[in-house]
């Protein structure tokens, strides 16, 4: 090939199409459609970004261009279907799928019929996430599902599947990356010695979610993930045992973690009966975590001891309702996790942060950060300037999270009068939650959070404790479209007042 092919002086050097291409994944949709007018190489890569991501509504149907979404039905990559009301022939016109969402109720087997088709046109599909319910999924789907060898992903929610469509479920699992069962009612294989294999039944399983009424036993269920070798994430909870009482194979999980599954690092573990011991012995013989989730459960001082081996791995902690976090606990996580970009926990009390924050790359943050009932303002700057350290935050939740709480006075005092201006270095925060804590906000405090923080959309708690107040300032962030959210609406505290004042009155008159 010649020089002057391989070179065309016409064409800019970076304009070329596989670069165009990356720079779409990072377009919205009304930015992609004003690339797609620049000239014809560029309608050429940014149109059919266009139409890559496609989520069906029945109101198609009828929609005045359905000729244009047939004519782009090839562009779609990734499809979500929201509805049982569809045309055949757009999905036969879908032949390039890479995922397929199915979100709907099945009223006739016929449409699980054409779900498998399209799937068996769709040879390159890579995930699928099943989420139907109605009637359930025929064999002649399930087979489809586990016949198309391209599919490494599969989330399974709700519906039903019999042993026949389990073990069909399971073979395919032999090849999957990632399988997701939460809410589905699976009935028990009976046995796992079919995939009990030397090298492990799953060779290729990286995730493994196994979430709320699976129908399979415990004992299958810690006999599967034995058999995943490669095994980095695992959701497991106990409300996926179908027994009423089940000890958790503590000995043999550990054993796992050593020996069968030594990659895996990202636990989210839902299980009431492990101890605070059962979790230290986890932790110890785990040989890193990077993620550790065990909302509301029994996680205690003896598992925050051995949580430290991996405080320089770790990049996302939940232990929120967990009665044995401290607030030590939780200053000591924040001043040791470098690495850590989510944390979620009870409270922290301002009194002991005594060490600065070393986790400045946190994204969000769920904490109560308390102590400052009828303290000087000094203690609150110290929490706020720690706050402020953390400017890739996105996130923030500093309320207290329980209605035994309502109106607390022992939370942040979000007022510019009370330091809130040292939280201007948060110009990535998106939103912001103080449920729970008593507020006294005024038009300045609110104008000054949309004007400091450009990113700001969401804001949930009560800027102020008389209600007729409160309605005039939530106007002003309604105006400048922020979202407000509430866990007691206005109206129902109204109808509660009212409510009382009824009763006050009726005993008023009874006397």
């Known amino acids: 090939m010649s020089q002057q092919a391989l070179f065309n002086p016409n064409q800019p050097l970076m304009d070329l199409p596989e670069i165009r291409t990356q720079i779409g994944l990072y377009l919205d949709t009304s930015e992609l459609n004003v690339c797609a007018q620049v000239c014809r190489s560029w309608n050429d890569t940014f149109y059919p970004l266009i139409w890559a991501d496609f989520e069906w509504h029945s109101d198609y149907v009828t929609y005045p261009q359905s000729k244009v979404l047939e004519r782009n039905a090839r562009h779609i990559r990734y499809l979500h279907l929201t509805d049982h ?79 026949t469509a389990v073990t069909i479920l399971l073979d395919a699992a032999t090849r999957l990356e990632m ?129 430290r081996r991996h405080f320089h791995h770790v990049t996302k902690l939940d232990l929120r309702r967990c009665q044995g976090v401290t607030s030590a606990v939780s200053q000591q996580i924040l001043a040791s996790c470098p690495g850590l970009t989510e944390f979620f926990a009870g409270y922290l009390k301002v009194q002991d942060i005594k060490q600065e924050w070393v986790c400045t790359g946190l994204t969000s943050l769920t904490l109560f950060i308390c102590g400052m009932k009828d303290q000087p303002l000094e203690n609150q700057e110290v929490a706020l300037r720690q706050l402020s350290m953390l400017e890739r935050m996105e996130s923030l939740a500093v309320g207290t999270f ?46 000054w959070m949309v004007e400091a923080w450009p990113k700001f959309c969401r804001l949930e708690g009560k800027v102020h404790m008389e209600r007729e107040r409160r309605l005039e300032l939530q106007e002003i962030l309604i105006e400048r479209g922020i979202a407000l959210v509430g866990y007691m609406d206005d109206e129902e505290e109204l109808e509660e007042e009212e409510a009382e004042s009824i009763d006050v009155e009726a005993q008023m008159n009874a006397n």
Not at 105 to 112: I, K, R, Y
Not at 281 to 303: C, H, K, N, W, Y
């Open 179 to 307: 399988l997701s069962v939460i809410g589905a009612a699976f009935e028990d294989p009976g046995s796992m010695a079919r995939w009990q294999v030397p090298g492990g039944g799953f060779p290729r399983l990286k995730s493994l979610q196994m979430c709320a009424r699976t129908g399979i036993s415990a004992r299958h269920q810690f006999e599967m993930i034995q058999q995943c070798p490669q095994l980095e994430s695992l959701a497991w909870s106990e409300d996926s045992w179908p027994e009423s009482t089940q000890s958790f194979p503590t000995t043999e999980f550990c054993h796992m973690l050593t020996h069968s599954c030594p990659n895996l690092a990202v636990f989210e573990l839902q299980i009431q009966s492990l101890t605070d011991k059962d979790f230290s012995r986890i932790l110890e013989s785990a040989r890193r975590v990077i993620s550790f989730q065990v909302f509301d459960t029994q996680f205690g001082p003896m598992a925050s001891q051995s949580l």
């Open 402 to 447: 329980d209605p035994r709480d309502e109106n607390s006075k022992d939370g942040l005092d979000l007022r510019l009068a009370a330091g809130l201006s040292i939280l201007e270095s948060l110009k990535e925060l998106r939103s912001i939650c103080f449920d729970g804590l008593a507020q006294d906000m005024d038009q300045a405090d609110l104008i």
């Open 85 to 163: 009301d569809r045309p055949a022939h757009f999905l036969d016109l879908c032949t390039n799928l890479r995922g397929l969402v199915l979100m709907f109720a099945v009223h006739e087997q016929n449409q699980w019929d054409q779900i498998a088709r399209l799937i068996h046109r769709n040879q390159k599909l890579f995930s699928i996430n099943i989420s139907t319910g109605g009637l359930t999924p025929t064999i002649g789907f399930i087979q489809a599902v586990a016949q198309n060898e391209s599919i490494k992903q599969i989330e399974i929610t709700f519906s039903e599947y019999d042993r």
